[in-house]
């Protein structure tokens, strides 16, 4: 038999930030603890009611979702994206970086929100909005395919003679979606990436989407057709990160000139939701014009929630605990009780995060509360504490004294600082609570992106820069390049002493990795002109592709260019996008108040300030190319093969922080709960060397084993601190 007790001396705090951080509905992993039916009903019904709405007259419609920090607004627009996920396709719109390329921005999320997968479907979104066209047969997709492409092209025409722009190449890449083979570059093209020469030929294309015009069009093309298969709803979310005007405030007129224009041009089928931190809209509402603000059809708030829901949520997080407990705890809320909420919320009402928070608190000091850390024995577990903690009523003396650390004046308020228990709240154990953040995020990341073009150079840029100000980076400035056309794709910012350039001098940054030649002779051009009006004293390329063949211009111009004095090429490998992708996500969930470390809600210096104390960019191979870190980059753990010992050593040091940081970020752990998680994220290591791992960490007195001799389940492991 396991007790609760011990249980929660064992277990991973189910309330930490790591497990409940928001984000892009498609790669963040659904989070059904937060999905208590009753939070935001109200909210989810009205996005049902307008979204029928839209499936019956087929009008674009567009709602506002407003919401104060921590109230779940990017975790509700998960759950409205799973429960209605079967009436129309979903696509999540990341901040944009700049808004003259804003459309085609809202183009390349589209697609890249239309080819995912929902949980429990066997095909994309994409192909099962594609094969609901009835003029198409999807009964028998394989007889399809066997259909001669100019014929299916002539259906599709007849079925649609007017409203579809570039008709014969837009029907001829969605026939080219049907083919396994073809499927991925027929994406590519509608996403709007450049392509070759080969790769236009193979779709029978002309050119890629390259302008405003062209992806607003593509982007009418879909909602055309949404009108016989299903709506796309377009979520715009986080948007205290998209690109500022030039008086410095966030450009939300840019999102509502595009709504405008959908629903001033009838491009049909769209279901627009804007969601938005409340403070965030009453700030910047009147910098929108009122024409376009007209344009909103519902303004849906997000409400605190009540006691009882708080109440249902801490049950969610606690019940595979109380699963696994024997006998089973008398309240589903054990080791906590509803006076710990009503003390801390006294009005009644509070927001979602507020109450995981304080559950993060509390079970942080069940945990220690219970155990003896200075003995060796877990005979130290008070049971008897434990008892009187969790059978308390909200008046007896445990209450009492927790109302004096956590009471609150205000009906809604994140909770107040509890007194750090050891080895909580330290700013070593800040830091490593954000190595574990900085770890999973880093894995979605590498989920997610899975080759080096995925993001357009744009985005890269952008990333780039917000990286360049964690290093503290002087004068960066953006737009180097003086063509209009690929000036996005540039930056600049000042040489420090290590370059080995004169005072003053400046470095430049071009980033284009696209394919066609003809787009890469005119970069080229423009790197000329770079170095002929001496606009910097170092320029860097950034290409991972293929330059070409000799007898083109681009390839003379790029070998004048770049020959590595002073100007280099840098072939920047997937990880080091994977960096970039990963930081850039915090700093979106940063913006919108939605990223919580330990207890502490991020703000941006203290979100750079955690990058640099963790060290987290040292293994960034772009920036060591870059001359602005220092380090090596670190392999993936193979360390039953790998005979290189300087690689081994370097993926134990990496094994070793990682143990060392989930006992430092939880205190107290279960032995085999930290080989079980380890191995989630180490999973080549061999089994047998984690316990010698562990008994490592004990010997440098970094932790220390309670009952080095019971069996490994019931083994704890606490902080040496």
């Not at 003809?518 to 004293?537: E, G, I, K, P, S």
Request: hydrophobic share 40%.
């Amino acid at each position: 038999m396991t007790s609760i007790d011990q249980l929660i001396c064992q277990a991973i705090n189910p309330f930490d930030p790591a497990t409940f951080k928001p984000g892009n509905f498609w790669y963040e992993q659904p989070d059904l603890a937060l999905e208590v039916d009753s939070i935001h009903q109200e909210a989810i019904a009205q996005v049902t009611t307008i979204l029928d709405q839209v499936i019956t007259d087929h009008q674009t419609r567009t709602l506002l979702l407003a919401g104060d920090s921590g109230s779940g607004k990017s975790y509700l627009l998960g759950r409205i994206k799973r429960t209605l996920n079967p009436q129309a396709s979903f696509v999540y719109i990341d901040p944009f970086p700049e808004r003259e390329s804003l459309w085609r921005h809202i183009l390349r999320y589209t697609v890249d929100g239309l080819v995912q997968t929902p949980t429990g479907q066997p095909e994309s979104q994409l192909l099962r909005w594609l094969k609901q066209l009835a003029v198409l047969d999807p009964k028998d997709t394989k007889k399809w395919g066997k259909i001669k492409r100019s014929r299916i092209i002539q259906k599709l025409k007849d079925c649609y003679p007017s409203g579809i722009y570039n008709a014969t190449e837009f029907f001829g890449v969605l026939y080219d979606l049907i083919d396994p083979d073809r499927y991925p570059i027929a994406c590519e093209w509608l996403r709007g990436d450049d392509m070759d020469d080969e790769g236009l030929a193979l779709l029978k294309v002309q050119g890629a989407i390259a302008t405003e015009d062209a992806a607003q069009k593509m982007l009418a093309n879909f909602g055309r057709i949404a009108a016989d298969t299903q709506p796309i709803i377009l979520c715009f979310d986080q948007l205290d990160n998209i690109a500022r005007t030039e008086t410095g405030i966030i450009d939300l007129q840019a999102i509502f000139d595009v709504n405008s224009s959908l629903h001033n041009q009838e491009i049909r089928n769209f279901l627009v939701i804007v969601s938005i931190i409340t403070s965030t809209w009453r700030q910047q509402s009147s910098h929108i014009q009122a024409a376009d603000r007209a344009r909103i059809d519902q303004q849906i708030l997000l409400r605190p929630i009540s006691l009882n829901q708080a109440e249902a949520l801490w049950a969610y997080r606690l019940a595979p605990l109380h699963h696994r407990a024997e006998p089973t705890p008398e309240s589903a809320i054990v080791p906590f009780n509803r006076g710990e909420l009503e003390q801390k919320f006294p009005g009644g009402k509070t927001h979602p995060r507020n109450v995981l928070e304080l559950g993060r608190r509390l079970f942080q000091r069940a945990k220690t509360e219970g155990v003896n850390t200075e003995g060796v024995n877990t005979e130290g577990v008070n049971t008897e504490s434990v008892a009187n903690r969790v059978g308390a009523s909200g008046t007896d003396g445990a209450i009492a004294q927790r109302s004096a650390e956590t009471q609150s004046s205000q009906s809604v308020t994140a909770p107040s600082p509890i007194t750090p228990t050891a080895g909580t709240g330290t700013p070593e154990n800040l830091v490593a609570a954000f190595r574990l953040l900085w770890r999973q995020e880093l894995t979605r990341s590498q989920e997610r992106i899975t080759r080096i073009r995925q993001l357009a150079p744009p985005d890269l840029i952008m990333m780039l820069q917000e990286v360049l100000a964690v290093l503290k980076v002087d004068q960066v400035r953006s737009r180097l390049l003086p063509s209009q056309t690929y000036t996005n794709q540039s930056l600049s910012y000042a040489a420090r002493p290590l370059d080995n350039l004169l005072d003053h001098a400046r470095i430049g940054l071009v980033w284009n990795d696209d394919p066609n030649m003809t787009t890469f002779y005119h970069v080229m051009n423009a790197c000329r002109r770079v170095v002929d009006l001496r606009l910097c004293q170092k320029l860097y390329l950034i290409r991972s592709g293929p330059i070409g063949k000799p007898n083109r211009k681009s390839y003379r111009l790029y070998h004048q260019i770049f020959d590595g004095n002073p100007h280099q090429r840098i072939r920047v490998d997937l990880l080091s996008i994977h960096y970039l992708a990963t930081y850039h996500g915090l700093v979106n969930a940063v913006h919108a108040k939605e990223l919580m470390v330990a207890g502490v809600l991020m703000d941006l210096p203290t979100l750079e300030s955690l990058m640099r104390k963790a060290r987290i960019l040292r293994n960034c191979r772009l920036l060591q190319d870059l001359g602005l870190v220092w380090g090596r980059s670190r392999p993936a753990a193979t360390l039953e093969e790998d005979t290189d010992p300087v690689r081994v050593s370097q993926e134990l040091e990496t094994i070793r922080e990682f143990l060392l940081d989930l006992v430092n970020t939880h205190h107290i752990l279960g032995v085999a709960m930290l080989i079980e998680t380890a191995t989630g994220q180490f999973p080549n290591v061999p089994e047998t060397q984690w316990q010698n791992l562990i008994k490592d960490l004990c010997k440098t007195k970094q932790a220390r084993l309670l009952d080095p001799k019971a069996k490994l389940e019931a083994q704890l492991i606490c902080a040496n601190n």
